[in-house]
């Protein structure tokens, strides 16, 4: 597999420097890298592109290697930001990531050989470089000219954006301004012990990665250390494109905010309906950034999609995959069954506790006290019970009943004097009341 060829044709490629395409296609296999920052214990959407960078890098026959920026995650990337980070402490940075390794594991083959992927930890060669050491090791050699004329440093220092420290000055700490220093020694470490060729990363991380380049090209000209590895002073970058909505937002974030990777952070039926309502817009260009599918399966897929939009035939196969590679094929298939649920094809029996909850998520919800509903009527429970939330008026709620409008847990409600107690409750405290087609109504028996 060409790997410049396929990031293009799936809309993800960016910028190279002059010589990446030869050097990746003379040279199989190189080692590339990105890096990730872990200033949380899960990894998002927005992170998902630049995995996949390395994916079709190890499908090209190359190795990756994930560097988790256990000492950068310390200092903050100022890359996109207005205002200084919080500083997160070394027991946090590790928990957090423990839990990106283990996400990083589902998309990458770890096994042995030349094009097994690999986790680094930079913290582990920054722990022990003194700073006096740093400064004339590394510092001498890149100039405060070449570091202020990076975009990222540029709009923090001429920008209206207030910093984070006490003043409230505009500008930048020396702390964030020495970030692409740290990131460039990273690359020049591991073009040294694991003979690096590449880093590659989002296209906001162009001028970051440009100074790895710079560092190992001067450190290597200046002899010593930076000669090591395979590329003798040689080092190429590679960006792929920022993932944007078709209105030209960042992807990411649904109505509930970010998108994470992590079961617990974001539920797999959260995370599956984010994808399976992607707009039409956009669907053709999530479904070639975010799975493997081959150019003759999209093509297919979206012209069957173009005979039928209202099927939903991309996002469908979008969410199928994505959530299957970030979860299990059985959270795909709860996911699945559980949005079956809301469109009424579903078994409510068949969901626990906390996909009941992540379906009726913008339903309001309603609470009675238990002793109270077991000596009451269907007819009361949505009526006066409930605060006439449900229905204004039990006369009205009588009549749709007796229409055939009102269904209790999925079963028909046409008999306003029915027991509460008789109602067969979904894990054994919820009625899921629905109110024509389209209303819906949770009441937590407490």
């Given amino acids: ?70 000492a950068t995650g310390m200092i903050g990337d100022p ?16 928990r957090n ?54 975009d990222s440093v540029k709009r923090r220092i001429g920008g209206n954006d207030a910093s984070a420290d006490s003043g409230g000055a505009e500008g930048i700490s020396y ?14 470490h591991l073009h040294r012990t694991l003979g690096c060729t590449l880093q590659m990363g989002a296209s ?26 395979s590329g003798q002073g040689k080092a190429y970058a590679l960006t792929g494109q920022l993932i944007t909505k078709s209105d030209g937002t960042k992807y990411g974030k649904s109505e509930t905010g970010t998108v994470w990777l992590d079961a617990t952070m974001t539920s797999p039926y959260q995370f599956y309906q984010f994808f399976l309502n992607a707009a039409d817009a956009d669907a053709p260009r999530l479904i070639r950034v975010f799975t493997l ?26 969410a199928q995959d994505v959530t299957t590679r970030v979860h299990s094929a059985e959270a795909y298939e709860a996911a699945l069954s559980a949005s079956e649920v809301l469109f009424g094809g579903g078994d409510l029996a068949s969901l626990d506790e906390a996909t009941l909850l992540d379906v009726f998520a913008g339903v309001p919800r309603l609470e009675v006290p238990r002793e109270q509903a077991t000596g009451l009527s269907v007819l009361d429970l949505l009526s006066e019970a409930t605060g006439f939330q449900i229905f ?50 949770l009441i937590k028996l407490t």
């Fill in 1 to 70: 597999m060409d790997l410049i060829e396929e990031l293009r044709w799936r809309g993800m490629f960016h910028d190279m420097m002059p010589g990446t395409d030869e050097h990746l296609r003379h040279n199989a296999p190189i080692t590339g890298y990105i890096g990730f920052d872990p200033t949380a214990a899960s990894l998002h959407i927005g992170n998902l592109a630049t995995i996949m960078l390395l994916v079709h890098l190890q499908r090209a026959g190359h190795r990756p290697v994930a560097l988790v920026g256990g």
């Fill in 293 to 318: 599918l081959t150019e003759a399966e999209i093509t297919a897929l979206e012209a069957e999609h173009a005979q039928a939009p209202h099927k939903r035939i991309l996002q469908k196969a979008l």
């Fill in 175 to 188: 702390t964030e301004f020495s970030y692409q220093l740290l990131q460039g020694y990273d690359y020049v």
């Fill in 97 to 150: 990531q423990n839990g990106i390794k283990a996400q990083l594991e589902k998309f990458l083959d770890f096994s042995e050989g030349p094009t097994g992927a690999m986790v680094v930890n930079n913290y582990d060669w920054f722990k022990e470089f003194g700073f006096l050491q740093f400064l004339r090791e590394v510092g001498k050699h890149l100039t405060v000219n070449y570091m202020m004329a990076k």
């Fill in 392 to 441: 204004p008026s039990k006369g009205e709620a009588r009549k749709m009943m007796q229409a055939g409008g009102v269904s209790l847990n999925r079963q028909r409600a046409d008999a306003p004097a029915q027991p509460v107690a008789e109602l067969p409750l979904v894990q054994e405290r919820y009625v899921v009341a629905q109110k024509g087609k389209k209303n819906y109504f």
């Fill in 79 to 94: 890359s996109g930001k207005s205002a200084e980070r919080n500083l997160l402490d070394e027991e946090t940075l590790r």
């Fill in 204 to 229: 906001d991380q162009w001028g970051n990665i440009t100074t790895g380049t710079e560092l190992i090209r001067r450190m290597s000209a200046h002899g010593g250390e930076g000669e090591a590895g």
